[in-house]
């Protein structure tokens, strides 16, 4: 939830960097569509808070974010598959430090796995997470934000949370309650309310600096 939690630093961002403030569909979207994975999630009721846990959503939170941001640029001087290969280097690289130190233990016999019913190589779980759930993930995921936007993009990503609980009920055999089908019917409103809103035609604000006659003549031979 926390992470998630992002698309809301998206909306400020842009609103921040870009003046670009939100409209009153953007805003009824997301608080929609957090509410909506508040139910999904099962986050009512008494849970315990742990201050290590939220501090870690929270960057997580602010990392998606970052993704989405720099997915969206095309000006930068390195492409987003770039700095996202790069942040997996980095990543992959700091989980191996972590274990030669002792930080974390780890490891990764070359047994058989049962996948699907079926016994097969560790070899194609390993390339399933690196070609599906990594290669194809990334590139189609960045592209898919250049068409979309970094903040239309970043609503619509919420539904890798309702494909991740699908999944669960099909193929985990993981009930769904009612109130958790109602969460996602608010995720999918909260994602068209944003998307409704990226439709309409812009209407910037106008600053006028300097004598406001010169600027209405301006105006008027414009």
């Known amino acids: 939830m926390l992470e998630y939690s992002g698309i809301l630093l998206v909306v400020g ?23 909506g994975l ?29 993704y989405f941001v720099i997915s969206a640029h095309d000006d930068d001087p390195l492409p987003p598959l770039v700095v996202a290969w790069g942040g997996l280097v980095v990543g992959g690289a700091a989980l191996v430090i972590a274990d030669l130190v002792g930080a974390l233990s780890f490891a990764a016999p070359r047994t058989q796995v049962t996948l699907l019913h079926t016994k097969v190589s560790w070899l194609v779980p390993v390339l399933g997470l690196s ?4 290669v ?20 619509v990503w919420l539904f890798e ?11 985990l055999g ?3 309650s009612l109130v958790q089908i109602a ?11 944003v998307r409704v809103d990226e439709m309409r035609s812009p209407e910037p604000d106008v600053v006028v600096v300097g004598d406001p006659e010169l600027a209405a003549l301006e105006r008027a031979a414009g």
């Open 13 to 35: 961002w842009q609103w921040l960097r870009h003046a670009q403030r939100p409209r009153t569909l953007t805003v009824g979207g997301a608080v929609t569509a957090m509410a």
């Open 38 to 66: 508040v139910l999904v999630l099962d986050l009512l009721g008494n849970h315990h808070v742990d201050a290590v846990g939220v501090a870690w959503g929270l960057g997580a939170a602010d990392g998606l974010a970052t």
């Open 131 to 134: 070609l599906v759930a990594a």
């Open 136 to 155: 194809v993930a990334y590139v189609t995921g960045i592209a898919g934000v250049r068409l979309l936007g970094a903040r239309l993009a970043s609503f």
């Open 161 to 171: 949370v309702l494909f991740a609980v699908g999944f669960a009920w099909l193929l």
């Open 174 to 176: 993981q009930s769904l």
């Open 183 to 193: 969460g996602g019917v608010l995720v999918i409103a909260g994602i068209v309310l």
